[in-house]
Nanobody, 121 residues
């Protein structure tokens, strides 16, 4: 099973930026970022095809977040700009996509431990 290690979370003020990283131990066709705010369900933020870097974004991420990957290093990044308090939550890296929508958590079989992002006003 693919193992994932995330890094890069932290605390920023509204309008700030953070860059998350996730490194996979093995090959995976797609990687994705999900987030979960307290008391809410986990939601997909962005996904990327590791072969050609094709990105997919949730509406909440379009225009502010950029997903990228370094295939040789099996690493995925999420650059988050113009952060808002509603972006606060635990961010999880996902991989080992089997079937289903790229921003659906049920489609992924490998998960990282999560990294906390806190945006204060």
């Amino acid at each position: 099973q693919v193992r994932l290690v995330e890094s890069g979370g932290g605390s920023v003020r509204t309008g700030g930026s953070l860059r998350l990283s996730c490194t996979a131990s093995g090959y995976t066709t797609y990687m994705a970022w999900f987030r979960q705010a307290p008391g809410k369900e986990r939601e997909g933020v962005a996904a990327i095809a590791t072969a050609d870097g094709s990105p997919f974004y949730a509406d909440s991420a379009k225009g502010r977040f950029t997903i990228a990957r370094n295939s040789a290093q099996r690493t995925m990044y999420l650059q988050m700009n113009n952060l808002k308090p509603e972006d606060t939550g635990m961010y999880f890296c996902a991989a080992d996509h089997r079937e289903g929508h790229l921003l659906s958590q049920s489609a992924y079989y490998a998960w990282g431990q999560g990294t906390q992002v806190t945006v204060s006003s």
